[in-house]
Each structure stands twice: as C-alpha cells, then as structure tokens.
C-alpha cells in the first residue's frame, strides 16, 4: 500500500498565487502554500494571519 504524500508535500503542489501584503508594494507573486505554513509534529501554522495575504485570481 502506498502512503500518501505529506502535508508539506500537498501545499508545496498546490498552484495558489498570492502576495503577502505586509512585504509591500514591491512583493513578489508566490506559488505554493507551503511559503506560508509550518507543519512541526502533526501541528499545522501559519506564518502570516490570513488577513495578510492576496490571492490572484485565475
């Protein structure tokens, strides 16, 4: 039986595109969640309240 990938591994595939408005006018585009979240011992974080993020829309 195959395991399945890590959490790390499914948000780091995920093709989301946002911004983290904190960093500015001059923010680079980001792709992939895991830029944005920590998983450490089964527990999930995020880095930056979700109120500081851009999604683009596609």
Same mark, same amino acid.
């Given at each position: 039986?195959?395991?399945?990938?890590?959490?790390?591994?499914?948000? +780091?595939?995920?093709? $989301?595109? +946002?911004?983290?408005?904190?960093?500015?006018?001059?923010?680079?585009?980001?792709?992939?969640?895991?830029?944005?979240?920590? @998983?450490? $011992?089964?527990? @999930?974080?995020?880095?930056?309240?979700?109120?500081?993020?851009? +999604?683009?829309?596609?």
């Amino acid at each position: 039986m195959r395991r399945p990938p890590s959490y790390g591994a499914y948000l +780091f595939g995920g093709g $989301d595109r +946002f911004r983290i408005l904190s960093q500015g006018p001059a923010a680079k585009t980001l792709t992939g969640l895991h830029h944005v979240i920590d @998983v450490t $011992d089964g527990t @999930v974080r995020m880095t930056h309240p979700v109120t500081d993020l851009v +999604f683009a829309e596609e």
